[in-house]
Nanobody, 125 residues
Framework: EVQLQAYGGGLVHPGGFLRLSCAAS????????VAWFRQAPGRKRQGISC????????YYPDRRADRFTISRDSAKKAIYLQISDLQSEDTAVYYC??????????????????WGQGTLVTVSS
């Protein structure tokens, strides 16, 4: 069964940069859509971005693309989320998720069956 592991979080100063990674295992090939979500303390989980098997990105909402960049390396079974100009409101646990569909991207978390364990991003001076 597929397993996802998100990592790369940490403590970052405002204005800083992070690249989060999501590694897939348990499958020989990984040509599926993967989404990133985040959940801040006391808030609902929200969709950030998704990338399908053709490496077409989606951002939720679209303006998220101003500071967030999603990418993938299917050969390495890895999906990345770069975040620039980090702000305090970016503090959250970030999760990657998939439902093993190649082209379906959505910010509806109920669609996704497989989740990584989350990686904490803390933006603070």
């Amino acid at each position: 069964e597929v397993q996802l592991q998100a990592y790369g979080g940490g403590l970052v100063h405002p204005g800083g940069f992070l690249r989060l990674s999501c590694a897939a295992s348990g499958v020989h090939r990984f040509h599926y859509a993967v989404a990133w979500f985040r959940q801040a303390p006391g808030r609902k989980r929200q969709g950030i971005s998704c990338i399908n098997s053709a490496a077409v990105p989606r951002y939720y909402p679209d303006r998220r693309a101003d500071r967030f960049t999603i990418s993938r390396d299917s050969a390495k079974k890895a999906i990345y989320l770069q975040i620039s100009d980090l702000q305090s409101e970016d503090t959250a646990v970030y999760y990657c998720a998939t439902d093993l569909r190649p082209l379906t991207c959505t910010d509806y978390d109920g669609l996704y069956k497989y989740w990584g364990q989350g990686t904490l991003v803390t933006v603070s001076s």
